[in-house]
């Protein structure tokens, strides 16, 4: 670039450095990755810097090559998360639905769990509920059910100590 070139560039500010320098941000563009997308991120990226109101700038051109860049760098990550997704959504599309007797085997295990936090007392499996399920604080249940928080915190343990157990059974069995 010339020196005159640049002069006439900062006097015009980022859309100046733009025009004067359009077909060299196109090219980097394009070496990065773009190819036939490289006009459609020249827009976009005359759209990003024009809409702001910046300060001056000391090296305006530094300035919007680093703004292309992180353009590229924003749809590469894109890109990749949109793959991740769409691989996640194939993967699980294709996972096969469980046989009958495993339907059966898992609705008896959770009749089994129910029983167990049942048979830990009504105010053991109501705090349990009220926590694992609803997801109220452990402070807030000893508040709406008249105990202490210690209290809550031993209930819970009971419940979690029963369902280990029964864990260790399914694994087991």
Known sequence: MTEATE??????????????????IVRFLMVRGAGDAAED???????????????????PLSYVMRAANNLMLDRYRSAQRSELR??????SAAMPKPSA?????SREQLLLVE?????????????????????ISQRDIAGEMGVSLSTVEADLRKVYAM?????????AG
Do not use: H, Y
């Open 101 to 105: 007797e495993a339907l059966l085997i």
């Open 115 to 135: 029983q167990a936090i049942a048979a830990t007392g009504e105010r053991p499996a109501a705090i349990f509920r009220r926590f694992r399920i609803d997801g």
């Open 7 to 24: 002069r006439t560039d900062a006097g015009q500010g980022i859309e100046g450095v733009l025009l004067a320098n359009r077909d060299r």
């Open 163 to 171: 369902l280990a157990d029964l864990r260790r059974q399914f694994d």
């Open 86 to 91: 769409d691989k996640a959504w194939g993967e």
């Open 41 to 59: 991120l020249f827009q976009d990226l005359w759209m990003r810097l024009t809409d702001r109101s910046t300060g001056p700038i000391s090296d």
